[in-house]
């Protein structure tokens, strides 16, 4: 790690993350201890208050840079304007911290599914493996999607609850490359997984 003082009080930084190990679980990734990525941000604090501006990760797949605010060490608000968590994803993302946890808003030309949809669609954890952790509600507009078997979506409008790797509810409406409405329903009752999948053409979710 370097760091390096300004007059400003502020204080530059960059790091090495190949030993760190990376997780976003609301949107099925990860970055496992040993794949290189770098990480470098200006950090200026204020009282309990840190800013952390000109944040830039990156890896060999991924990529993410924008700002975010802290108070007494806990996310208060983040606005990444490039965001590439896979090969060909080009969104924004804007975090706000809520009551009991994060709201998060995802605005995308393009974007790769296939990890959130095999989340989504998995029933490898019950519910009383995941109780902790905080609740992230999530809207996302995405022009492109792409999902497995080389198909995308169009116009997908999605929503999603969840509470540290557990699904709470996930919703989503898309159009198919043929054209066909596509809808998914994913919810969680009492520990019990209800998905409802609507489509005249599956093609794009194999």
């Excluded at 099925?28 to 990480?39: L, M, Q, R």
């Excluded at 159009?175 to 919810?187: C, I, P």
Aim: glycine share 14%.
């Amino acid at each position: 790690v370097e760091v390096e003082g300004s007059a400003d009080g502020s204080q530059t930084i960059k790091a090495d993350l190949k030993s760190a190990s990376l997780n976003l679980p609301w949107a099925g990734w990860s970055k496992g201890s040993g794949v290189a990525a770098t990480a470098g941000m200006r950090i200026k604090r204020s009282g309990d208050t840190v800013n952390i501006d000109n944040f830039d990760l990156k890896g060999g797949t991924f990529s993410m840079a924008g700002s975010m605010s802290l108070a007494g060490n806990s996310l208060t608000k983040a606005n990444f304007s490039s965001v590439r968590l896979n090969r060909g994803d080009d969104a924004a993302v804007t975090v706000t911290r809520s009551k009991g946890g994060y709201d998060v808003n995802v605005n995308a030309r393009s974007l790769d599914l296939r990890s959130l949809l095999k989340r989504v669609m998995s029933n490898f954890e019950s519910a009383a493996a995941a109780t902790g952790g905080e609740t992230v509600r999530l809207k996302a507009s995405i022009g492109s999607a792409s999902g497995f078997g080389s198909q995308t979506l169009q116009g997908v409008q999605a929503n999603y609850v969840g509470k540290g790797s557990r699904i709470l509810s996930f919703k989503a409406d898309a159009t198919t490359e043929s054209g066909g409405a596509l809808a998914v329903d994913n919810t969680d009752s009492d520990g019990r997984r209800n998905v409802v999948i609507s489509t005249k053409d599956g093609g794009s979710l194999h």
